[in-house]
């Protein structure tokens, strides 16, 4: 049993190591990306139905738990009336 408990740490801790050690640039699109669903007026549960995703799709995308491609972005900016430029833009 000592050997699975240690197997589920060790892969709980790869998970929080790989959303840590996210890029500077990938940080800084996740941290225009959260905020942009509640001007939306949308709640993630929404906002999955209309992508025909759970709900927990949404979340680990806004969390960084999951990285989010561009075709991914494209349909995102899409449902929250935002153009790409709005998450890739240089400050």
Do not use: N
């Not at 929080?16 to 890029?23: C, E, P, V």
């Not at 995308?61 to 494209?74: T, Y």
């Amino acid at each position: 049993m000592e050997g699975r408990s240690r197997a589920v740490f060790h892969c709980a801790r790869r998970k929080s190591l790989r959303i840590a050690g996210r890029s500077a640039a990938y940080k800084l699109f996740l941290a225009r990306f959260r905020p942009t669903w509640i001007p939306a007026g949308l709640t993630h549960l929404e906002v999955a139905k209309k992508l025909c995703r759970p709900q927990s799709y949404v979340s680990k995308c806004e969390s960084g738990e999951r990285r989010v491609d561009v075709v991914e972005l494209a349909e995102l900016a899409r449902l929250y009336g935002k153009g790409l430029e709005d998450f890739t833009r240089r400050p």
